[in-house]
Each structure stands twice: as C-alpha cells, then as structure tokens.
C-alpha cells in the first residue's frame, strides 16, 4: 500500500524479526526504530584538518528542516572539539571557525566569547581577543577571571 | 500528530483490515506527509510473503 501510493514526504522502513515473539518485539524494534528515526542525527565523519563551521551548520540546518523545529549544534560538544583543534597549528584556523560560530549561535554565552578568545590570543590576534573578552565580560560582570585576562592583554 | 512513528507488531489484520483499508483511502487524499515510519513484525509475521506487512508495504 505504502509503495503502491508512492506518498510525497514518506520515509518509511519494515524490518521483520522472525526470532521475536509479538510481545518480545517491541523492545527491539523501539531500538532499532528510534536508530532509522534518527539515522541523520551524527555529522558524517570528517577529519580535522576538513571540518568547518559550514558544513556543521548545514547538517543542522537540514536536522532541523526534517524534525520541524529549530536544532541548534551543541555548544560543548563543539567547543570540546575545537579545544582539540586549536591545540596543533596545522588545525588552529577550524578550532577558532567552531568557536567563533559558538558565540554566533550562543550569543548570551560568556564562556563561549572566553574560549574564543583564549584561541585568538593562541592565534597572537591580541585585538580580536581584547574584543571577545570585552564582551564575554558584558555578559558575565561579575567575573574575575575576564578582568584578569583583559588586564594581561592590554599591558 | 507526531513527526516519527514506530509501530512495532502492529495488529493491522483486525477488523478485516479495517485500519489499512482506512489508511488506503485516508491516504489518497494526503499530496504530502513529511512523516517518518518504522513497523515491525514478530515471528508470526516475519515470513517474506506474510500478510502482516506485505499489505502494508
């Protein structure tokens, strides 16, 4: 029937599972279901030398275009791989792209101006680091620790 | 109602096929479903000619 009307939109899968009762198959089909539900969740393996902020907004864009509502990248997730990247010069530029798309999509975040500009002073682009800390202080007033760094820079 | 679904065993043969005949012509009426589906069987109706899902399939 599904086949036959050939609905638009329709993303559908059968698995059969002739070694499960009718009340033992749930437990394996909620796995395996939940996995063909969610099949496009994970970014695509990609080195580091490759990754960027574009191709991680993309795969966003289109998890939130099939799941009907806005899915924005993880702000851990990807400040803990960037962390990765800024440590080798080779990958220093995608480290600092990841962590400045962070503060575009978490612009409340001090952390995230912090970690970018931390990499920005790795990078020796003192300015931009001065600007990122400068605004990670805006939004965390009460924060030592920018106060320090704005104070070591700017001397 | 929900983007995803999973249906695991279900009892589509009830009734007469009353649900799959009800989704037959439901569906006719519907261009497009952005949905996404997946259903299963059980040993009763895991066989490749099985009523169970060739019907549904």
């Known amino acids: 029937m599904l086949k036959k009307q050939n609905i638009k939109g329709l993303d559908f899968k059968y698995t059969g599972y002739p070694n499960e009762s009718h009340m033992a198959v749930p437990i394996i089909s909620y796995y395996d279901g939940l996995r063909f539900v969610y099949r496009q969740w994970e970014l695509p393996p990609i080195n580091d030398e490759k990754i960027n902020s574009e191709i991680i907004t993309n795969h966003y864009k289109a998890l939130s275009q099939k799941f009907g509502y806005p899915i924005l990248p993880d702000e851990s997730y990807f400040n803990g791989w960037a962390q990765w990247l800024i440590k080798s010069p080779v990958t220093l530029k995608n480290g600092i792209d990841l962590l400045e798309m962070n503060t575009v999509n978490y612009p409340s975040s001090s952390k995230a101006f912090m970690a970018l500009a931390a990499a920005y002073v790795t990078k020796g682009e003192k300015q931009k680091a001065i600007a990122a800390y400068k605004k990670a202080g805006e939004l965390d007033p009460a924060s030592t620790e920018i106060k320090l760094r704005l104070k070591e820079l700017q001397n | ?57």
């Open chain 2, 1 to 57: 109602m929900f983007n995803a679904y999973i249906a695991a065993s279900p009892s589509f043969w009830w009734d007469q096929k009353f649900l799959l005949k009800l989704a037959d012509k439901k569906l006719k009426t519907i261009p497009v479903l952005p949905k996404t589906l997946f259903f299963s069987d059980g040993n009763e109706g895991a066989s490749s000619d099985s009523q169970f899902h060739t019907d549904v399939y």
